[in-house]
């Protein structure tokens, strides 16, 4: 068992299995980012070693994020051997959190794999819009590998970033869309992480007005659903689908907080928020057996910090946390 010094027990990791993208979306990256030297990256071996570790220590519930997950080169291995896992049911869950473009070609095989759900971020229903917010990003492909998915049997939660001035028309829309999809769906505010080109403090939209807009329009009923994240859950009446807010900035989450984060060179923050980290790569490549692997995760854990200090800083337009959100992936 892997408990904090504040007594919450860790079952939960995400892993980014990459810092690269096939797409560039406004609020997450720059345009021309500078990513890792591929021997910076633990191989999908050691991943799995890693993911193994936790597992033994407790861990019940793996994300692969990224990046993009889908487009580190034979994922799909990673992804059928964590499978195993939960077949084997020493793990309970494994998604995936995914921008969904390489969904047409992968869907069924991670289906087969074992995965039950996985998130689709998809900012806007508009396809010029689409590929405005995502820069590179090709709305037609995405929407063919969200019916893919769908078709696989895979159980699908949109992702939506609000972003003022940019989709905030489309809230109501996208609730019925996903209404008729059988989509549940989690609207999240941005998140100050990263240089971006652009300024954040202009797409910040807190949800707490956005809720409010909903109610006039939607019967929204608070639901004690939970995952241990910083999402907060109601039902919207007139689907019967969930609805999510992910509030980092204007909720405290942190009291609750069951996960860690491992990027794709194996350093493992023990908060979102916080720039604390504790690296394993080397643990890992210096020692045939597990244990000081889970010394160091052991140690990090007793780092983990009661809650993280984001804040939209209005005066100095600086990012709250100097890394990407594609580092560690949301
Ligand atoms: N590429 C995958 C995707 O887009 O789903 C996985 C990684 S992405 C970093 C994970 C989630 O973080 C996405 O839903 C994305 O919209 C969200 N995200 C990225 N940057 C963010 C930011 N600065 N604030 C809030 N959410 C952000
Ligand atoms: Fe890529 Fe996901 Fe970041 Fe968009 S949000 S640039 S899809 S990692």
Not at 144 to 161: D, P, S
Not at 228 to 246: D, K, M, N, Q, S
Not at 266 to 294: F, H, I, N, W
């Amino acid at each position: 068992m892997l408990v904090d010094p504040f007594g919450r027990e860790i079952t939960y990791v995400r892993i980014s299995v990459t810092d690269r993208c096939d797409f560039r979306c406004v609020y997450c990256m720059a345009e021309h980012m500078t990513f890792l030297p591929k021997r910076d990256l633990l191989t999908l071996e050691e991943l799995l070693r890693l993911s193994d570790v936790f597992i033994r220590m407790g861990v019940k519930k793996i994300r692969l994020t990224g990046g993009e997950p889908l487009v580190r080169r034979n994922i799909v291995w990673l992804i059928e051997q964590l499978g195993e896992r939960v077949k084997r049911r020493e793990l309970e869950e494994l998604t995936i959190t995914t921008n969904g473009s390489q969904l047409p070609q992968l869907a069924e095989r991670i289906a087969a794999a074992g995965v039950r759900r996985i998130n689709v971020s998809l900012d806007t229903l508009d396809p010029a819009r689409f590929e405005a917010i995502t820069r590179w990003g090709r709305f037609t492909q995405v929407m063919a590998g969200i019916e893919a998915a769908k078709a696989a049997g895979l159980a699908i939660k949109i992702n939506m970033v609000a972003l003022r001035g940019v989709n905030e028309d489309e809230f109501d829309r996208m609730i019925a869309w996903c209404g008729e999809q059988g989509f549940d769906l989690t609207l999240i505010e941005t998140m100050p992480m990263g240089e971006i080109d652009g300024d954040r403090t202009a797409q910040y939209l807190p949800l707490s007005i956005v809720r409010r807009r909903l109610e006039e329009k939607w019967t929204l009923t608070d639901i004690p659903y939970r995952t241990g994240g910083p999402a907060r859950y109601v039902r919207v009446e007139e689907t019967g689908r969930r609805l999510g807010f992910i509030t980092p900035l204007s909720h405290n989450f942190c009291e609750s907080c069951n996960r860690v984060r491992v990027t794709c060179t194996g350093t493992m923050y023990m908060c979102l928020g916080q720039e604390d980290k504790a690296e394993l790569r080397e643990v890992l490549r210096t020692s045939e057996s597990d244990g000081p692997v889970e010394a160091a995760i052991r140690a990090a854990i007793a780092r983990k910090p009661k809650g993280h200090d984001f804040v939209i800083d209005r005066r100095h337009r600086r990012p709250a946390v100097a890394r990407h959100m594609s580092v560690t992936g949301g």
